[in-house]
């Protein structure tokens, strides 16, 4: 079955499912709003992964988060049987299958939730009532148009993108007295360099990281903040190790509420495509994006949505894969020059200043 809800199917109680990455998420919490705005009284609910639950906690457009833990507790059969259980004690009567798989599109059919919405394009879309005919792979739109796409099928309404991603007071709270601990006052400018991308993306050398930090703090006098989660403070290790000028180091510290109160308060953001790119547009911070030529991460699918001028790229085309041995101009990253990204950071401050 294909086509828009009519008036009289309007869902009542709808399960928008990510679980993926967290940038993956924060791209898909545009369609809760979207579907707020077309079913006001529907109760909304998102399944997303244990780790990334924060960057949805709070949002003012869920009712409710529900946890997919497939590595842990819903883990084999057992545990699909037990999310299953937890799924149907909500009688949803509409699924969004944002990042779909045949696990998740079977949930949701054996749940018994009668409208079932996913992509035309997979062996198992037979499992889904209402299907959109798209190829992400090879889309040349951008990642959260195409989750848009999902809630039009369903009659919603798409006239504003937004964000809504909720920090509390008390991560605010934390964020600050981080920040003073390490003298920067409240109201400080700050701008932030966030080096690492989970294995997401081909990344800009740490030479270039570390020398844009020296150049920033040495030419513009700006207070210069790294990012990283635990597993990448090694690799915040050898940037700082790098430097000839001592950044303030936040890697492993944050929350992810506390690092969108970060953000929210950073003048600019330096990163490769990756998760915190996407929390940082969302909650109004300028970004300059550093991104590989490589089809699967190209920016005009999973760059900063709304700035395009944002974004740097090697001057090549497009590649489908990656591979080293074959590759001449491996690692191209390097051809993104130091000069290009400082003067898109002059750029982005004086143009987005915030």
Request: overall charge positive; proline content about 7%; glycine content about 8%.
């Amino acid at each position: 079955m294909t086509g828009k809800i009519t008036p009289e199917v309007m869902p009542e109680r709808i399960l928008v499912i990510r679980t993926d990455r967290i940038g993956d998420v924060v791209l898909s919490t545009p369609v809760l709003t979207a579907l707020r705005r077309t079913f006001p009284s529907a109760f909304i609910a998102m399944m997303v992964r244990p780790y990334t639950r924060d960057v949805v906690s709070g949002h003012p457009h869920a009712d409710e988060i529900v946890l997919d833990d497939r590595p842990g507790l819903n883990s084999g059969i057992a545990g699909f049987v037990r999310l299953l259980r937890m799924v149907r004690r909500h009688r949803f009567d509409m699924a969004l299958l944002l990042h779909p798989s045949f696990r998740l599109a079977l949930l949701c059919f054996l749940a018994g939730i009668r409208f079932r919405v996913g992509t035309g394009y997979r062996a198992y879309s037979f499992l889904f009532s209402r299907r959109v005919y798209h190829h992400r792979k090879k889309s040349d739109r951008h990642e959260l148009d195409l989750n848009l796409d999902l809630a039009r099928a369903v009659g919603a309404r798409l006239d504003q993108v937004a964000f809504f991603l909720h920090i509390p007071d008390p991560d605010r709270i934390s964020t600050e007295s981080r920040l003073r601990s390490h003298g920067l006052s409240s109201g400080s400018a700050f701008m932030v360099i966030h080096p690492g991308s989970g294995g997401s993306a081909m990344d800009w050398p740490l030479s270039g990281f570390a020398a844009l930090g020296d150049r920033i703090l040495g030419e513009m006098g700006l207070p210069v903040v790294i990012t990283g989660n635990k597993a990448e403070s090694p690799l915040v290790d050898r940037l700082c190790s790098m430097m000839y000028r001592e950044p303030l180091r936040l890697d492993g510290a944050l929350s992810i509420k506390e690092l969108l109160a970060l953000l929210s308060r950073a003048r600019l953001l330096v990163a490769n495509s990756t998760g915190p790119l996407h929390m940082a547009v969302a909650v109004g911070c300028p970004v300059v994006g550093l991104y590989c030529p490589l089809a699967a991460c190209a920016p005009v699918r999973w760059g900063p949505y709304g700035y395009p001028a944002s974004v740097l790229t090697p001057p090549l085309p497009p590649c489908r894969k990656c591979t080293q041995a074959r590759c001449p101009s491996f690692n191209c990253m390097e051809l993104i020059t130091g000069d290009q990204v400082f003067a898109k950071v002059k750029d982005q401050l004086l143009n987005r200043a915030v």
